[in-house]
């Protein structure tokens, strides 16, 4: 938590401060507006013009009323100082002057750059912004002049170059669209672009492009936020755009680690709807198998119900395909077979599953194929039978294989790693876990981090290995939090399982030990969990990075190390006193300096190294 010393700290701070105490000499920052001139530094984006006319303003507000006033950034930041240039005196001419020296084509583009959140690529700005007014092969050359004027911010990655521009600016530049009429045709067209991006990604997940679709999809977050947000806001056509673009989105809610927030715009999606057609089925199918994640077994239960009903109005009126009704019976008996798996009663839940595999392979759905096999191997594990088990296992590993494809290879490996441990085969159990847990943390998919983490846990405790099974247990506490659901949502057998092994552990270290280790889990992240249980070792790309180290600049080694203490780019945000989507361009440009790929491997790299946080 911030205090009056993060003013010594902090440049953007430090500045607004001395420029608050020249308009305002009684002014000081205190504990108890640190906070508030904090987050008025991040939302102007640390820009200094913008900074000392918010620090003029302080003579007849405080910061926290400024700061409520800033959604009208450019009618408050309006007294800049009589001396100097009338195009720096007020926030809004210094922006004007620099948009009245840009060509007609850098304005367009410039006024349409307001419709994204966060950053975006080349590809999304040429297929949203160009019309005949701005040629798509023209895009790149006028990008390219944008940012050598600094109003577009170039991030460079080892894949790819994305683009972004400052809050301020496309603030300014969403006004001057609203101006020109542009406003409602750009969130039409970003919409649009949003819904087939991911529908792309449901159509080849289950491929080669599995981990690279929830990678771009994970960079595309906050774009994707702003789609949803357009489609519920929207007219009454935009409710099937809706429901399409919640539904596609699947992977990316369930397994790209944003279970709860996916779950949550489900909902408001199926409540504000009437278009009660195929896509609110497929809808309440993803929200049902959210919820039995989350280990809300009777709502999970209430959308495959309004499901079924919905599907039998469809099928009465003629308004549904029989491709469609096969489809979506099959999906409600997969996520009824799972209900019927976490609520403890696998032998039900095997006869559900093995129905819906057969529907599955007949109409040769990759997808409901893949989603029940790794279910089914792991219902044949909780009821112990090990031949079976092993037997849809190694079926699922070899069609995962085939379409090489790694979240299904992961399940696989976890449910070869129970019937391990089941069997008192710890040294296989902990082989399967670490190499499911591996896959898993290629895309952080939490639910099978936490999974394997679980098992790890168990098994160190069979070794007599207490203490680190404490802590791993702790780190497994921390991902179910996150994913706001607990081992319990996965059936009274596994959960009966695992606390048996923890209280042998809190029993064998006693309770002020364990609970001292489990705060120490709590408290590592992911990615250490990664070096500290995987046992990473230097591969040729970190020993490479070791040539880079002076590459990274100052604020880049502090946003480093508190990636390795297991930070959000959130919460690094609110430590240096940035702006979200400048510690975005941080972190991509560590990546590329380093030549690397992940958060695992700047945290790797800086535990190794212990570089102090200059």
């Known amino acids: 938590m911030l205090d009056e010393t993060a003013v010594r700290r902090f440049d953007s701070l430090a500045f607004f401060n001395d420029r608050a105490k020249a308009s305002s000499p009684e002014f000081r920052i205190t504990n108890e507006n640190v906070a508030a001139a904090a987050e008025l530094c991040i939302q102007l984006d640390g820009i200094p013009l913008a900074l000392e006319l918010a620090a003029s303003r302080l003579r007849s507000l405080s910061v926290t009323q400024l700061l409520k006033r800033l959604k009208s950034r450019f009618a408050i930041l309006s007294s800049g100082s009589p001396t100097a240039p009338p195009r720096q005196q007020t926030l809004r001419a210094l922006i004007d002057w620099s948009y009245d020296l840009c060509t007609s084509e850098q304005k367009v583009l410039w006024r349409r750059l307001s419709v994204f959140a966060g950053s975006t690529d080349l590809d999304a700005i040429e297929r949203i912004c160009s019309d005949e007014n701005l040629s798509q092969s023209s895009v790149l050359e006028v990008v390219d002049s944008l940012v050598a004027k600094s109003i577009l911010i170039a991030i460079v990655t080892p894949n790819s170059v994305r683009y972004q521009v400052l809050e301020t600016i496309r603030q300014y530049a969403l006004e001057r669209a609203q101006d020109v009429g542009e406003e409602a045709t750009l969130r039409r067209r970003h919409c649009q672009y949003y819904l087939e991006l991911s529908q792309s990604s449901a159509e080849q997940f289950w491929s080669h492009k599995q981990n690279e679709w929830i990678s771009r999809l994970r960079s595309e977050h906050e774009n994707l936020r702003a789609a949803l947000t357009y489609c519920v806001a929207g007219t009454e056509s935009s409710e099937v755009s809706a429901l399409k673009l919640v539904t596609a989105l699947r992977f990316h809610w369930m397994l790209g680690g944003f279970v709860s927030e996916g779950r949550r715009w489900l909902d408001l999606i199926l409540a504000a709807s009437t278009d009660y057609g195929t896509e609110m089925c497929r809808a309440l199918c993803v929200a049902a198998w959210a919820a039995a994640v989350q280990g809300d077994f009777a709502g999970s239960h209430q959308r495959l119900r309004e499901c079924t009903l919905l599907l039998e109005e469809l099928k009465t009126a003629g308004n549904i395909s029989e491709t469609d009704v096969d489809d979506i019976e099959t999906q409600i008996q997969t996520w009824s077979g799972a209900l019927l798996l976490f609520g403890g009663n696998p032998s039900s ?137 607990s081992i319990a949502s996965f059936g009274p057998h596994l959960a009966g399982a695992h606390e048996k092994w923890a209280k042998r552990a809190d029993k064998a270290l006693g309770s002020r030990a364990y609970r001292e280790a489990l705060t120490r889990g709590y408290r590592m992240s992911p990615d250490e969990v990664r070096a500290r249980v995987l046992g990473l070792e230097v591969s040729e790309r970190d020993a490479a990075s070791d040539r880079d180290v002076g590459a990274l600049t100052k604020r880049q080694h502090q946003v480093a190390a508190l990636i390795a203490d297991g930070q959000s780019n959130r919460e690094i945000a609110d430590n240096l006193v940035l702006s979200t989507r400048t510690v975005e361009g941080h972190v991509e440009s560590i990546l590329a300096k380093l030549g690397m790929t992940s958060r695992t491997q700047i945290a790797s790299w800086m535990n190794r190294r212990s570089i102090p946080d200059c």
Do not use: P
Not at 387 to 400: D, G, H, K, M, Y
Not at 417 to 423: E, H, M, N, R, T
């Open 349 to 485: 839940a095997a006869s559900m599953f093995e129905k819906a595999l057969a529907r599955d392979r007949a109409a040769n759905r990759i997808e409901g194929t893949m989603l029940v096999l790794c279910q089914l191997s792991i219902t044949y594990a909780l009821m112990a039978d090990f031949s079976r088990a092993e037997e849809v296992s190694a079926e699922s590993i070899t069609l995962s294989d085939k379409v090489r494809e790694t979240y299904v290879k992961s399940v696989a490996l976890w449910s070869k790693a129970c019937c391990a441990w089941s069997q008192g085969n710890l040294k296989r159990a902990l082989e399967y876990a670490h190499e499911s847990l591996g896959r898993a943390l290629v895309f952080d998919d939490k639910v099978m981090t936490a999974l394997n983490l679980e098992v790890i846990s168990s098994a160190l405790v069979e070794q007599t290995k207490y203490e680190d099974a404490a802590v791993i247990r702790g780190v497994a506490s921390r991902v179910w939090e996150v994913l706001e659901s």
